[in-house]
């Protein structure tokens, strides 16, 4: 397969987090449509992208650092990217350049939701408006939190 086919594969309403498939190969030639459809989603959807790339055969130092890049938006946007299904021929190739150390891989889908899942951010239990208490100066009230939520 020539160039780069991307596209979502699945998008996980209650959390936010979209699943692109990448086939084909990511490099020179074809890290300008990857950054693209990334710096889209990440505008305009979401700040957690799973990239599945169990279709990918090939990925050069640009592609890497196209990754790389991306992680590193969406880490500003409060989100980050995580890796699916990485091959074990580009597997090596990201070992070897420590992007494992950065991005989050995993070999299954429910494994990769689920790490998002973990990282979310729960509520207070009180219901809005009225009164709970308040994590700023922990007394009961409905002023201090709610200013700095707004």
């Known amino acids: 397969m020539e160039g780069l086919e991307i596209k979502v594969e ?18 020179s030639n074809t890290v300008s449509k990857f950054t693209g459809f990334v710096a889209s989603l990440l ?19 640009a592609g890497i650092g196209a990754i790389i890049e991306y992680h590193d938006k969406a880490a500003a946007l409060a989100g980050d990217i995580k890796l699916l299904n990485v091959g074990p021929r580009i597997k090596k190739v990201m070992e070897l350049c420590g992007v494992f150390q950065l991005v989050e891989t995993f070999d299954s889908e429910e494994a990769a939701v689920e790490s998002y899942r973990q990282k979310e951010v729960k509520p207070p239990d009180a ?15 409905s002023c ?6 707004t």
């Open 127 to 141: 219901k809005f408006p009225g009164e709970y208490l308040c994590p700023s100066c922990r007394r009961r009230h």
């Open 43 to 61: 505008e305009e959807k979401s700040n957690k992208l799973i990239l599945d790339l169990k279709n990918l055969e090939y990925v050069s130092s």
């Open 144 to 149: 201090c939190w709610q200013r700095s939520v």
């Open 10 to 27: 699945k998008e996980i309403i209650s959390f936010g987090i979209e699943i692109v498939e990448a086939a084909g190969t990511l490099d």
